[in-house]
């Protein structure tokens, strides 16, 4: 079950929205020398400029338009925080623009009708209409998503302190949302979080455990105030991890380099440990560390022969792909494929030439160098077919040149939100550790860190709090 979950990221977008208070691109095309401040910005801008006017929500991707995202919301609401510090705009937009997404949020229909309603039991649904932010189709009820949304709440929460209405507002109902989540809902008869519910058909059976980006859900979960989860259930998660070698890398594996990064981007694992990481002698950050450079490593091995592969291109992770089709490459049968979980552990390869650069965007803090390289290379070596308005768009395939128009290979057109958030929100960590320093105030991260058994280091120091 541990790959289930990013089967589930299909991704896609919302109309963009005129934004004043951040500066215009002038020009895609001609290029445009790499800089951190640049892939900020326009990574940026796709959150500002395309958030719905009207309730807030990030779309899941564009320019395509088919809905918007509740993670992608969350990532969001945290890329107001960077775009405030970074000057893309000013503090009273970002405040006023997050407490119109919170309030949003708060007053959408919940309840356990299959249409017409947005969540139940404080749940949201994966993907929501773009014209009422109603359920889309007959998506999930959605675990992860609801808990990526609510990193980005709790990152509201405690970056806007100041006093006064609006800010004192967006606090309120960031912890209003917070706490009508009932986490326990959930629990199957594992005594684990089910990935979903549909009211047509009860829970799903895949279950949140072992090793993957749900590591900030269960720790939300025990930081809940008024519905939380047993902090034994910690056990639970990490029974299943995969401890095992690869490419010279021991650490605990799981292939797409997304599930390294999206706990990352709100928590600082760096000298704080759980009982599980207490017996390796080291930490989950140090952990994606070994995950990112295996993930390099194999790509520059390239067993697979695809064009391109080499110490500054490589990042597989779960995103788009050029096409479903079986040809013949190297002497082998080649599975190409559209949106998937591509990547590279002990246990599961998925790897079908696509380069996605939000595997080396998200991993910025852990292996900068070696990440930084390989997006500077990407920028300016592929420009403008895989850099434009919004900085980089979801993957590449240089391999891929069976259809009219991939002569030179296959150039995604779409940007994902799910795969901007981690570029700008850990660029951002690494720049300035900004988002870890802000959820190091929240006392439910805080709480739910202790409850799953985390200790030492920033973790023993007292924070103070306005709520």
């Known amino acids: 079950m541990r790959l289930t979950a990013i089967l589930c990221l299909l991704s896609c977008l919302l109309l963009p929205v005129a934004c ?36 807030g929500q990030i779309p899941d991707r564009w320019p395509a338009l088919t809905f918007s995202s509740i993670a992608a919301t969350g990532f ?14 000013t503090r009273s937009a970002a405040a006023a623009r997050t407490l119109k997404t919170l309030r949003a949020l708060w007053s959408l229909p919940q309840g356990p009708q299959p249409s017409g309603v947005s969540g139940y039991q404080g749940f949201f649904y994966h993907f929501l209409n773009l014209d009422d932010a109603r359920r889309f189709k007959q998506v999930e009820l959605s675990t992860i998503d609801t808990g990526l949304l609510m990193a980005g709440v709790l990152s509201a929460q405690s970056y806007f302190d100041a006093d006064n209405p609006v800010e004192a507002e967006v606090r309120q109902v960031a912890d209003q949302l917070f706490r009508r989540v009932n986490w326990p809902w959930f629990l199957n008869k594992n005594g684990l979080l089910s990935m979903g519910w549909h009211p047509e058909t009860g829970f799903l059976e895949a ?58 981007m709100y928590i600082d694992f760096r000298g704080i440990r759980d009982a599980y990481m207490q017996e390796k002698d080291m930490d989950y950050f140090e ?58 552990a002990a246990d599961y390869i998925r790897d079908d030439g696509t380069i996605a650069p939000t595997a080396a965007g998200g991993s910025v803090p852990f292996a ?73 105030k929240n006392p439910y991260i805080r709480i739910g860190l202790r409850k799953a058994g985390f200790q030492g280091g920033w973790l023993e120091e007292k924070h103070h709090s306005n709520h």
């Not at 215009?24 to 800089?35: D, K, L």
């Not at 969001?76 to 705009?89: A, C, D, K, M, W």
């Not at 930081?223 to 650490?251: C, I, N, R, V």
């Not at 920028?379 to 308005?389: A, I, M, N, R, S």
Request: glycine share 10%; hydrophobic share 35%.
């Open 20 to 55: 004043k208070e951040a500066k215009p691109i002038t020009s895609t095309t001609a290029p445009v020398p790499f800089s951190e401040d640049e892939l900020q910005r326009r990574t940026f801008l796709y959150f500002w400029e395309l958030a719905d006017t009207v309730y």
């Open 76 to 89: 969001g609401l945290t890329s107001y925080i960077v775009g405030v510090e970074r000057g893309f705009v």
């Open 207 to 264: 279950q949140w455990d072992g090793y993957n980006e749900a590591m900030i859900l269960y720790i939300l979960a025990f930081g809940s105030p008024t519905h939380p989860l047993p902090a034994d259930l910690w056990q639970g998660w990490t029974k299943p991890y995969l401890w095992a070698e690869f490419q010279g890398q021991q650490m605990v594996n799981f292939a797409p380099l997304f599930g390294h990064q999206y706990s990352h």
């Open 287 to 344: 952990n994606s560390r070994r995950a990112t450079l295996a993930n390099r490593a194999y790509c520059i091995q390239n067993p697979g022969g695809f064009k391109g592969y080499g110490p500054n291109l490589w990042g597989l992770t779960a995103c788009d792909g050029p096409a479903y089709l079986e040809r013949e490459y190297n002497g082998k049968f080649v599975h190409f494929q559209e949106y998937s979980a591509r990547g590279a």
């Open 368 to 440: 900068p160098k070696e990440c930084l390289d390989a997006l500077k290379f990407m920028w300016e070596t592929y420009y403008p077919d895989l850099v434009g308005q919004y900085g980089f768009k979801d993957a590449f395939n240089l391999t891929f040149t069976f259809k009219p128009g991939t002569e030179r290979g296959w150039f995604d057109t779409d940007y994902l939100g799910i795969d901007q958030g981690p570029i700008l929100i850990q660029m951002e960590n690494y720049r300035s550790e900004l988002i870890w320093k802000v959820m190091k």
